[in-house]
């Protein structure tokens, strides 16, 4: 394993050799190749070894299993439940690590960028020994510190270790709304790491902390790369655009521009403030 | 013994580094440093595209008379509550040019086949392809559009220090600035750019940006500045968020506001109800 100090002394020594006002060189030889377009494997339930909703078998308290089971039954009644995606509200940490649409990994010394297409969400790594910051403001996506791994001594990282805190807003592991706590105190690790079998594939396990659960929760994500990738933007407005939320109900917009029912008997919108004809 | 061991592991960095550097390198150095953060510079803060000029009618903005016409009608429709002029209001993101006014902070990723404008504003991520591709005969449309850019060294030096770009397939409805500067509704704008440091001060970027469009009866420039204040690494990025100040909405052609309990408003006297046959 390459020791830190070793790792430190390099860093320096390539920063010292660097002229001011311009980049410098690294070695990039001495990271995996992660460049390209990567797609998640399977769908977007949050543990894809496992059905979809109470199928998780997610390790929440009580509290929040409660929380859970009412986000289910109002999305059976055609609302959202817990799910704010379709309020534009980005899916934060964990969620984003389901890799809605494509990614793409930036790899510096310093800090590797996972840029996403999905809402244009950004994660920066910060791999260069830096401490955790205090007072930080929390956001969807967290501060992210890393570590690179050489396990078998090569001379070359192979995998990524990632801690995140100060993961902010109300967020739910995925669509069904699986509930994070309120209280914004989740951590999440994640072990990013070649697949043993297929070279064009990644692995992420990702492991949250957070109060809404009895225990740790971790689960295996997969990525592979892409061929002949193209990249297209994903903004919320273009795949949100036909909901409207108005008195806490969820309602469509019609292809003419008019509010719709979003379910069955669904009541319209109450219009109090409106002069209504007698 | 931990500085006999520090120095001994920095001889032994400084052979690998060179080792590998010939072997593998990404050389960074060809590349100016161009991190950032970025964000407008100071004393150009006003909303307008122009900041050389007055907001508003002051821009001169060398609109066609049909755009004209269609700018001050948007302007008087907007005033009795109709659809706003500026759609980043209605969380339409910024798209380019606009975006590169840069009011949030942003950060220039150069990596050898693209250079990435991380711009907290709406969350925008720029690619810019510098792999020597050419345009595709079928653009996708996008807020950002398609960008291909072309590095320069214009002083002779062996690095790199000036970035053009141009951008097409850039994807409305979208405008200059806040005060609804419209484009032409053709989508066929197409934006060019001269990004490079101040030769006096590296610590400030700045970005020619000539729009073309036929809306315009001229290609319109304008210069947009940015500063990093001497600061190389920003420890605390933001998240910008548009739904959460989000109380006015549209339904069809008409704004509406929300009450403070989330209920449909009329944003003037006597605007009429939103139509609800679709509801029994």
Redesign the interface.
Known sequence: ML?R??VG??L???AL???P??????????YPDWKGQWMRIGDARWDVSKPLGLGQEAPFTPEYQAKFEASLADQAAGGQGLNLMS????PGMPRMMLGYNQFEF?I?PDVT?I?QEH????R?IYTDDRPW?QN??S???GYSIGRWVDADDS?RYHALRIETRDIG?PRTFDHTGLPLHEDGQTIVKEYIHPDRDDPQVLSNEITTIDHALTRPWTVTRSYRLQSNA????H???SAYNQH?????ENYF??A??????AHK????????????PR | MRFRRSIGSAAKAAVLLATLTAAHAFDESKYPGWRGPWQQLAGSQNSAWDPSKPAGAGQQAPLTPEYRAIYEASLKNEAVGGLETDPTRRCVPAGVPRVMMAVLPMEVVITPVATYFMLEEFSTLRRVYTDGRKFPADIEPSYTGTSIGQWQDTTGSGRYDTLLIETRGIKGPHTYDASGIPFHKDGEAVVTEKVYADKANPDILHDEITTTDHALTRPWTVMRSYSRGGQQVMLDWSEYLCTEDVSRVQVGDQIYKLSPDGLLMPVRKGQKAPDLKYFK
């Not at chain 1, 809402?119 to 950004?122: I, K």
């Not at chain 1, 003419?256 to 029912?261: A, E, I, K, S, Y």
């Not at chain 1, 008997?265 to 209504?276: E, H, K, S």
Request: proline content about 8%; some cysteine; overall charge negative.
């Open positions: 020791d100090t070793f002394a390099m320096l020594t390539a050799c660097a002229s006002g311009t980049a410098q060189a690294f070695d990039d030889g001495t309020r534009c509200f980005p930036l510096f960028y840029v809402f244009g969400e950004l920066r910051p930080v403001k956001t969807f996506a001379g807003g193209a990249w297209f933007e903004p919320c407005e409207l939320f108005i008195g806490g917009l019609s003419d521009g008019r509010l719709m029912p008997n669904q009541p319209a919108p109450d219009l109090r403030y409106f002069d209504q």
